[in-house]
């Protein structure tokens, strides 16, 4: 695989928004353009020489509508109308630059959970949204931000379990359950993330490198 420069890996992708109507482009990733390094314990991938995570919120730069992008077409017509009631009056339009750093995919990923709040979306999204702002203010070795999202997403997570059908966010129940254990170390739960990891680690549909990620988590509690 030929190593690409970060602006060959991205491009201009169309989208019409569901909200305003008007049609906008976005940044996205090229397929197979980004070479993955490896996992952070708790799934983080780490990609170079761009983060695909970066580009995964879709902003209308007419209204301000902004989600993930498995959510993006995702909206209800009384959704529609709080965003235009609640968000597009206080947009202001943001020039970003091609290629996303870490502060751009901060700011996109807080739209997104503002437009969460005025959609009134479920704790499964905004969870989701909270791990991928933890991930990023590692990415900046900002610990105690990282720390705000870890404990948000966990408490989201949790409560998605019980009251959201799975897959939330295209994590199904076994990478969920994983993703609480890890985060649930970082944020100083680590009894319950072994409790976890004793009802995953038994489950009959794993391969074996995920049983093996699992082994290495208990063990670093142990340790
Ligand atoms: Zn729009």
């Known amino acids: 695989m030929p190593d690409y420069k970060p602006e060959e890996c991205i491009y201009d992708k169309s989208y019409t ?11 996205q990733v090229r397929k197979g353009r980004a070479k993955f390094i490896s996992n952070d314990d708790d799934l983080k991938p780490n990609y170079t020489p761009v983060q695909p995570d970066y580009y995964d919120v879709i902003m209308c730069d007419h209204c301000g509508y902004a989600a993930i992008s498995s959510k993006f077409d995702k909206i209800t ?13 206080l947009y202001e339009k943001t020039d970003y630059p091609d290629v996303y750093d870490v502060d751009t995919a901060i700011e996109r990923y807080n739209m997104a959970l503002r437009n969460c709040e005025a959609k009134k979306s479920k704790a499964g999204e905004k969870a989701y949204i909270h791990l991928k702002l933890a991930w990023f203010c590692r990415d900046k070795n900002d610990k105690s931000s990282e720390i705000e999202h870890l404990k948000l997403a966990y408490s989201g997570f949790n409560e998605a379990f019980t009251t959201e059908k799975l897959p939330i966010c295209g994590l199904d129940e076994n990478t969920l359950l994983y993703i609480l254990a ?3 170390i970082e944020i100083g739960y680590p009894e319950e993330s072994i409790r976890i990891l004793s009802r995953l680690i038994v489950k009959k549909d794993l391969s074996s490198r995920f049983k093996q990620k699992i082994t290495l988590l208990k063990d670093k509690i142990k340790n």
């Open 17 to 27: 928004c569901p909200v305003c109507g008007e049609p906008f482009k976005a940044k």
């Open 77 to 89: 017509l009384s959704q529609q109308e709080a965003i235009e009631k609640e968000i597009t009056p």
């Open 182 to 184: 890890a985060t649930g």
